[in-house]
């Protein structure tokens, strides 16, 4: 993360890192079903097991908490997207990536949607900082999915002709919508179809089958 992410105290003890990463887990997961701005404080104290005096020991207030999360959330998030898209280089990949991506939302029928994008509707108008970070780890997951469409193209699965960051950003910007949409309609399937379609235009540039599969 940047210079503008929140960073753990100086000097804490082992026992310290402890309570400080129980904590952020705790506000994540609550933020995560509850949102940021219903997720107060005072439910973080209960969730964690933790004393008020122990929780503005490692946040000054919900914004550093918050940023945090951020940080805990996007890390999981990258490492995740690193390890699946890292080993794409064909069609078929990023196919079977889509769907390991489905089939985990479909899990929650879509109900929470992606944990990236629920904070960056809830911070992006309130922190600048959060939004700043925010902005970084889409940054990084296009840059993952532009990365595995140059692989393809450099393996001869997709003409020359490719741009590879503007179909990164489209692919990205549909999973998005798509995870959104999932959320509203609390059904996977638009979820689907979003991510369907910007396949679609995807393989549009696939030089033949064979390279494709």
Do not use: T
């Given at each position: 993360m940047n210079e503008n992410s929140d960073q753990s105290p100086v000097r804490l003890t082992a026992r310290g890192k402890k309570t400080r990463t129980r904590i952020v887990a705790a506000a994540a997961d609550l933020m995560r079903v509850q949102g940021v701005g219903g997720t107060t404080l005072d439910d973080v104290m209960v969730a964690s097991g933790v004393s008020k005096s122990q929780l503005y020991r490692h946040f000054e207030d919900k914004?550093?908490?918050v940023?945090?999360?951020v940080t805990h959330v996007g890390?999981?998030?990258?490492?995740?997207?690193t390890n699946m898209l890292g080993k794409v280089s064909t069609l078929a990949g990023l196919r079977r990536w889509r769907d390991s991506l489905v089939?985990?939302?479909a899990l929650r029928h879509g109900m929470y949607g992606c944990a990236?994008?629920?904070?960056?509707g809830e911070v992006s108008d309130h922190d600048v900082v959060a939004r700043g970070m925010l902005d970084q780890l889409f940054q990084a997951w296009q840059?993952?999915?532009s990365e595995a469409l140059e692989r393809?193209?450099?393996?001869?699965?997709l003409d020359e002709s490719a741009d590879t960051s503007r179909l990164a950003v489209g692919f990205l910007a549909s999973l998005q919508g798509g995870y959104l949409l999932a959320q509203t309609a609390r059904d996977v399937e638009p979820m689907a179809i979003a991510i369907d379609v910007a396949l679609a235009h995807i393989e549009s540039f696939a030089t033949s089958d064979r390279a494709a599969s």
């Open positions: 914004n550093a908490l940023r945090a999360v890390e999981f998030v990258i490492a995740r997207e089939k985990a939302n990236l994008g629920a904070l960056a840059r993952l999915i393809m193209q450099r393996a001869g699965a």
